[in-house]
């Protein structure tokens, strides 16, 4: 594909089809993903690819917590917790990712496609070492971008979620992380369930006008 075609196609998809992607792809992409830059060539990272039985497990026992009320509490949760500064906060309320499904009264579409950790067939698990400057994370950033642009450029779907490391233990668990390791962020990798009604354009958030991000400085 053309790199603006890639770029274009850079929206999330909350529901995949059950079409599990070919295991040498997946190895593929994550591969080329490995050229990204990291801080001293440090390459923090480290991929748990999910799924078979292993992720279906794991997705029955997150259903199980959600039932059970058990709060989220992602590894990363020090760093997502509500000390937004009001800018960021401004376009979360502004234009975050639940709005649109909010003004056209269909937020359940939003909670159960996380819920259902998106019919995602696979996953990648991102970790970095417990002990990381954060400097790590801003590489894992990196790298899950890296990750994003090579799967859609492949023809596939692509879904970034803190909702799927919200339980990390479980994580932990079924992708077999060792404890030294922080359960920073998930990608649902895929084909899209075109059909989904969550999967419409229509709930797609907007950007922040450009002259709110963007300064020149001469
Ligand atoms: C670090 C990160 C975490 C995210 N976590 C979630 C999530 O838990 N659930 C969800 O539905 N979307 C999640 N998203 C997707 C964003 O909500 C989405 O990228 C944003 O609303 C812009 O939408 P677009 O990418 O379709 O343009 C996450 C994205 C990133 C980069």
Known sequence: MEFKDVYNHERVTRKFSNRKVNEKLLAKIIKKAQLSPSLLNSQPWRIYMVTGDALSNLKEEVMQKIKEGVDPHEDFATILSLNWDAYPSQSLATVGASQPYFYNNKIELF????????????????????????????????????????????????????????????????????????????????????????????????????????????
């Open 111 to 218: 909670t159960q496609s996380n819920d259902t950790m998106f019919n995602a067939q696979d996953v990648a698990f991102m970790t970095i070492p417990r002990t990381s400057p954060a400097w790590s994370v801003f590489d894992l950033g990196i790298f899950a971008q890296s990750i994003m642009l090579l799967a859609l450029d492949e023809g596939l779907a692509v879904m970034p979620a803190h909702s799927m490391v919200a339980y990390p233990e479980l994580v932990r668990k079924y992708a077999e992380i060792p404890e030294n390791e922080l359960v920073g962020m998930a990608i649902g990798l895929g084909y899209k369930d075109n059909a989904a009604e969550v999967n419409d354009p229509k709930y797609y958030p907007a950007r922040l006008p450009f002259e709110k991000i963007y300064k020149l400085v001469k």
